[in-house]
């Protein structure tokens, strides 16, 4: 018998059929938590965890402490290798795994303090591991969230897989993420997780998630093995929010 697919998925592949067919209207409140909780005869849980799947989206606006707002020109939802490893590993038919090196709270530096705009020696969550496709090193993961979000990854084993998939399942507002793409040698440490030699190249994707409001949640940065992986670019319109801030300036030297 296969296992019926969790709530918080099937009522988010319901609210995207809403918004799809127009009965969510474009640039119009949505249903309030309330209200769909009692339509479906659910607790908060599944309708915040779906909700919170189509801001991941970028097809709705809000829904916490307020009715969510249909997003205008809404762009088809496709995955993202930027977006989840583990998504696009398992839609390619390879299998991810993770290796964690690191998980702590820690005080933001000065650096990491304004890539997160928040005060230095704040507590921030940082996070490190080491990715593989079918066994082998495919890239290295640094991330670091504000603690409003960090401390929910606390009570995460990184191990055990997607990291995105966790907090969305939780109620995380992850809204929007800017991604800027460069080449860099392999640091000794590099070269030790990911079997290379120190000075190899790697691409090295750096990335600034947002919630809804446009406020800071995750710095990360990701470096590929070539020839392990490979990072599609997808470019379409898509109508930013109103009052979205302007992107966040990486420093060149990070």
Not at 107 to 132: F, K, N, S, Y
Not at 190 to 204: I, K, N, T, V
Not at 233 to 251: H, K, M, S
Request: negative net charge.
């Amino acid at each position: 018998m296969v296992a019926a697919e969790p709530l918080h998925q099937r009522l988010a592949a319901e609210f995207r059929a809403r918004i799809s067919s127009g009965r969510w209207p474009e640039g119009r409140q949505a249903p309030s938590e309330a209200a769909l909780c009692e339509e479906f005869g659910t607790s908060r849980g599944p309708v915040r965890q779906a909700l919170a799947t189509l801001r991941a989206e970028g097809l709705i606006v809000g829904g916490q402490g307020r009715s969510p707002v249909v997003r205008r020109n809404v762009p088809a939802h496709t995955a993202s290798a930027l977006g989840s490893f583990t998504a696009w590993a398992r839609e390619h038919g390879s299998e991810p795994g993770q290796r964690t090196t690191l998980q702590a709270r820690v005080p933001a530096t000065a650096e990491i303090a304004e890539l997160l705009q928040v005060a230095p020696g704040e507590p921030v969550l940082e996070l490190r591991r080491v990715r593989t496709l079918d066994g082998e090193p495919a890239l290295r993961e640094h991330m670091y969230f504000v603690w409003s979000v960090g401390r929910t990854l606390m009570e995460f084993d990184p191990d055990s897989g997607s990291v995105n998939r966790f907090l969305l399942d939780n109620g995380a507002d992850l809204f929007a993420s800017t991604h800027q793409l460069d080449a860099v040698a392999a640091t000794v440490e590099d070269a030790e997780q990911l079997g290379l030699e120190p000075g190899a190249p790697l691409l090295r994707v750096r990335r600034i998630t947002t919630d809804a409001a446009g406020d800071v949640v995750e710095y990360a940065e990701d470096r590929y093995v070539p020839g392990v992986t490979t990072v599609t670019v997808e470019n379409r319109l898509f109508a930013a929010p109103t009052g979205a801030q302007a992107p966040i300036p990486i420093r060149r030297n990070a």
